[in-house]
């Protein structure tokens, strides 16, 4: 028979050793918790401060065709222009060298991603005679090569997006470098040092060095300027993969930093959480890839990329329809090319 001082004894060691556990679980989760409201604050007061730098609105004086107003962002369709400006100094705009507009339908669950090639001839108002869609920034900043823009593409233009190629690199460092499949093996000079790099067939990781030359290369892509798209938007998907993953967490306070010294838009910051509600819910969605057909060509000596109009016209059509919040959209297939490997 159990000695009943005993059964107590054993009684209060397990009560003892009970607290003592709870105790140790208040702590590690008070630590927890306490580490997390330090990051997460760290994190808000970043993006906070980067916010401010990088909010620039829209002067609609100098555009024709005005953004669409009071935007829903879980709701409503939408444009996105991203530029990546090269050469964007004090005294000096710089160039629209990457030029890509992102269309987004909530509702029916579109995205369109039309990569415009940096020599493609069109009229640019600021300028006020036909050039390269490159030039059209260094004549007006944002404003005038959405203007260029819309010479081509007939549709508002409601956020835009700019950076430039420092920025990009440090945002990528910040991150611990990206990974990508590369196509096939070229070499590209670094910017900086000048040096010539190999990228070999296959996953490569890459550095923001390394990953500005990859997305920069065209003159030794077979498929040219549209290779060198496919690469931009390969580049992009994987930055913003990283960035939202766990993993990358204790890393965001730098790269927010870095956004805030190298990104330019007009997105307020009130709807940036909606933007991330919005990339959630739209991230498995497949992304068509819009081509700008033409052709090469030479004027005065100057190359030029001269967009087809029946492409043109395809891809407005296609863009307009998109934009209608309850569209069964139908598009031609000769100017869409299915990215059934994208997922942004």
Known sequence: MIDSRTSRKTVKKKKKKSKKMRFFIFIVLFLLISTGSVFAYQIYSETKRASEKIYAALDLSKLKKKPHENIEIKKDPMTILLVGVENQYRD?????????????????????????????RVYIPAEGRKDKITHSYSYGGIEATIAA???LIDVPIDYYITTNFEGFEQIVDSLGGVKVDVPFTFKAQLTGSLKWYTFHKGEMELNGNQALAYV????????????RNERQKQVIKAIIEKSTSITSLPKLDDVIANLGDNVRTNIPPSDL??????????????????????YD???DHVYYYIPDDQSVAEINETLKQALQKNSNTSYTQNSIEPDSKSSN
């Open 92 to 120: 000096e705009r710089g160039r629209s060298d990457v030029i890509m507009l992102l269309t987004i339908n909530p509702v029916t669950k579109k995205v369109y991603v039309l990569s415009i090639p940096r020599d493609t």
């Open 149 to 151: 823009v819309n010479e």
């Open 216 to 227: 920069r290369m065209r003159k030794s892509d077979p498929k040219g300027d549209l290779g």
């Open 273 to 294: 959480l909606s933007f991330i509600y919005l990339y959630k819910k739209m991230k498995d969605v497949p992304v068509e890839n819009l081509h700008l057909k033409g």
């Open 297 to 299: 060509d030479f004027i």
